[in-house]
């Protein structure tokens, strides 16, 4: 069976340092890939996708950035975090050749910038 | 890609049927309608798909009107743990499975 997971689970950081979110899936191959912001009571706001190693596609220019270096792995990054960057950050994976484009959620990262 | 209405928050009490409504005037012919359940502090979890008419699965009902302007999500005999937030969305392998794009969703309160 496939499972998503994403790392780590809870950070705190000061204003002006870096950030890196991980996430991986395991039991498909190819999958389509995304990073996806939550604030506090908001809705999902689509941050990046990639439709394969090395294709990352962003859809709100920002100090954050993507990087798909496997298959299988979703890296999400800043060189320097904004206070408005606090949130809760979801990595997700679907298929999109012969099924519904189901979303499937890792268990989430909630980042507090200080 | 299509966006989507839904109200903001609903109030029910156990045991009753909820409805759900969410406009999408602007869906493409190849567009699902996809709907998802969002508990605090965790990922959206699927709940149910459809194109048109009527689908049914374990949890949910999904109505979708002959011109799929709009769709209704039904809980039957909603419980405690149905509150959460529920998201309407549309979109299909050609207008964008991978742009999918989660609204504010209706937040579903359920008391005793």
Redesign the interface.
């Known amino acids: 069976s496939q499972t998503i997971h994403q790392w780590p689970a809870t950070l705190v950081q000061p204003v002006g340092s870096p950030l890196s979110l991980e996430c991986t899936v395991e039991g498909t191959s190819n999958p389509?890939l995304?990073w996806?912001r939550q604030a506090a009571g908001?809705?999902?706001?689509?941050l990046f996708?990639s439709?394969g190693i090395g294709q990352i596609?962003s859809?709100v220019p920002q100090n954050l950035s993507a990087s798909r270096p496997q298959d299988r792995q979703f890296i999400l990054s800043s060189k320097k975090l904004l206070l408005s960057d606090s949130g809760?950050y979801?990595c997700?994976w679907?298929q999109?050749?012969g099924a519904?484009?189901?979303?499937?959620?890792?268990?989430?990262s909630?980042l507090t910038v200080l | 890609l299509a966006k989507t209405t839904q109200p903001i928050s609903m109030d029910s009490y156990e045991g009753q049927e909820v409805n759900i409504t969410c406009s999408h005037n602007n869906i493409a012919t190849n567009d699902y309608i996809t709907w998802y359940q969002q508990f605090p502090s965790q990922g959206p979890r699927f709940i149910i798909q459809g194109y048109k008419t009527k689908v049914t699965n374990e949890v949910a009902s999904l109505f979708i009107p002959a011109d799929r302007k709009s769709s209704t999500l039904s809980l039957p005999r909603v419980s405690l743990s149905d509150t959460a937030v529920y998201y309407c969305l549309v979109g299909g392998e050609n207008t964008g499975f991978q742009k999918l794009v989660f609204g504010t969703g209706t937040r579903l309160l359920v008391s005793p």
């Open positions: 389509n995304y996806y908001r809705g999902l706001q689509l996708y439709v596609s859809e809760f979801l997700a679907n999109l050749q519904n484009g189901e979303l499937f959620f890792g268990e989430g909630r």
